[in-house]
C-alpha cells in the first residue's frame, strides 16, 4: 500500500522502515510533526496480521501523538514506533539495542519510550545504545521511570471529571466501571478505582494479567467480546485502539467512556456517533497524557515527582473545559479536542 495517498495520512514529516538481520528487528518510526519540538511517542510491540496493519496502526498513532503533547502543553511534537513481532517469538535485549541503533540515527529527530508490549527494562536496552529515550529508571525524586502509573492517574481524575459532567456525581464510589485490558495502564487504574469504592468489571485477553488483577481486589471477568457492552456506568478502554465503531456504539451500555487506550475511536464520524447516544466520550490523547507529562519531565531533566502529579492533575482541568464547551455547544468533544489540538499547532507553525 502507498504512503501518500495512505487513508492515515495526515500530512506527516517523515516515515522510516528498519531492519537488522541479526536479530529480526522489523519496525516503522512515524514522524507526524515537529512543530513543537523532537516528535516523542511510545514504541509499541505488536504481532500485526500484515505490515500494512502495523503502517496504519503507526500513522494513527503518531498523529495521535502530536495532538496529546500540544494540548498537554508540552515542548514535544508526535511521532511513534512500532516493532513487528513474530507471533511466539520472544523479546531479546538485542532486539532493543538494535531499535536503539535505529533510533539513533534519527538524530533526535524522535524520542521513543515504552507502549504496549514494552516495559521499562527494555527501554533500558534501547538507552545503550542512543540518548533519545524516555521512561527509564529513575531516583531519588526525579521525574520519569514507568509512564503508566501516571498514565492511570490522569484516567483516573478524568474519569472523576466525566462521571461528574454526565452522572453528576462527585466520585466514582458505588459506580459499575468495565475496565477493557489490564495490563500496565489498566491495572494501576483499577487499583484507583477500587480505592475510590468502584465495582469493577475486567476483561483482558492474558491470563497472567487477569490472576494479578483478581489477586488484588474483588473484580467480576467478563469475556472480552462481552466487555464493551457491559451493564456498567463507565467503560475504561486501556487496551488497544479502533473499538468505538459504528458496529460497537449501537450496543454501548455505558453512559461514559473515559480510559488510556490510544485511538479508541475507529473514524472521527463515531465521536459523533456516541454524542448523538448521549455517551460522554473523555477525548483519549487528552485523558491519557499522564505518561508523556512525566516522560518529558524525565527527558527534559527539570522536574520532579511532584512537579508530576501537579502537571498530571491539570488533566482533569482540560477535560472539564472541553466537556462544558461540548455542553453549551451541542458538540461531540471529539472535535473539540482535536480542533484545540490543531490551533496549538498550527500557531507553532507560524
Ligand atoms: P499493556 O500491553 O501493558 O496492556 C494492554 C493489555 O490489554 C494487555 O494486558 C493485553 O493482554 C490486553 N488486551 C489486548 N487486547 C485485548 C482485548 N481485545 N481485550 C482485552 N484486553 C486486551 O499496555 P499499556 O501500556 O497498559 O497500554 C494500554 C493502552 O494505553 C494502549 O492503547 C496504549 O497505547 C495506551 N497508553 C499507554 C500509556 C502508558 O503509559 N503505558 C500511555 C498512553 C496511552
Known amino acids: 500500500m502507498g504512503v501518500f495517498d495512505h487513508a492515515e495520512f495526515d500530512n506527516h514529516e517523515s516515515l522510516h522502515y528498519f531492519h537488522d538481520v541479526a536479530t529480526g528487528l522489523k519496525a516503522i518510526v512515524a514522524v507526524h510533526s515537529t512543530a513543537l519540538g523532537p516528535a516523542a511517542g511510545g514504541t509499541r510491540r505488536w504481532v500485526y496480521n500484515n505490515d500494512a496493519d502495523a503502517l496504519t496502526d503507526v500513522l494513527r498513532l503518531s498523529r495521535g501523538m502530536t495532538y496529546k503533547n500540544a494540548v498537554a502543553g508540552l515542548k514535544f511534537g508526535g511521532g511513534k514506533a512500532v516493532i513487528l513481532a513474530d507471533d511466539g517469538s520472544p523479546k531479546s535485549p538485542e532486539l532493543f539495542r538494535a531499535f536503539g541503533r535505529s533510533v539513533n540515527t534519527l538524530g533526535g529527530k524522535y524520542i521513543t519510550a515504552e507502549d504496549v508490549g514494552c516495559s521499562v527494562e527494555d527501554m533500558r536496552y534501547v538507552h545503550e545504545e542512543t540518548e533519545f529515550v524516555s521512561g527509564l529508571p529513575q531516583s531519588g525524586g526525579d521525574a520519569g521511570g514507568d509512564p503508566s502509573p501516571w498514565t492511570a492517574l490522569g484516567c483516573f481524575q478524568g474519569i472523576e471529571a466525566a462521571v461528574q459532567a454526565r452522572l453528576g456525581v462527585d466520585s466514582v464510589k458505588g ?128 522536574g520532579s515527582e511532584e512537579d508530576v502529579r501537579t502537571d498530571v492533575g491539570r488533566i482533569k482541568d482540560r477535560l472539564k473545559k472541553i466537556f462544558e464547551q461540548a455542553r453549551e455547544t451541542g458538540r461531540p468533544t471529539h472535535e473539540l479536542a482535536d480542533e484545540l489540538a490543531r490551533s496549538i499547532v498550527a500557531a507553532a507553525r507560524q
Not at 483482558?204 to 467480546?225: G, R
Not at 457491559?230 to 487496551?239: F, G, K, R, Y
Not at 456504539?249 to 448521549?278: C, H, M, Y
Open 175 to 302: 459506580l459499575r466501571v468495565a475496565v477493557q485490558g489490564v495490563g500496565h495502564v489498566g491495572l494501576y487504574l483499577c487499583r484507583h478505582l477500587h480505592e475510590a469504592g468502584a465495582e469493577l468489571f475486567v476483561s483482558d485477553v492474558s491470563s497472567d494479567c487477569l490472576k494479578q488483577v483478581e489477586a488484588e481486589m474483588p473484580v467480576t471477568v467478563v469475556p472480552p467480546a462481552d466487555l464493551l457492552f457491559a451493564d456498567v456506568d463507565v467503560l475504561a478502554p486501556c487496551a488497544l485502539g479502533n473499538i468505538l465503531t459504528s458496529a460497537t456504539i449501537p450496543k454501548i451500555r455505558a453512559k461514559v467512556i473515559a480510559g488510556g487506550a490510544n485511538n479508541q475511536l475507529s473514524t472521527p464520524a463515531d465521536g459523533v456517533g456516541l454524542a448523538e447516544r448521549d455517551i460522554l466520550y473523555a477525548p483519549d490523547y487528552v485523558i491519557n497524557a499522564g505518561g508523556i507529562i512525566s516522560v518529558a519531565a524525565e527527558y527534559y531533566g527539570n
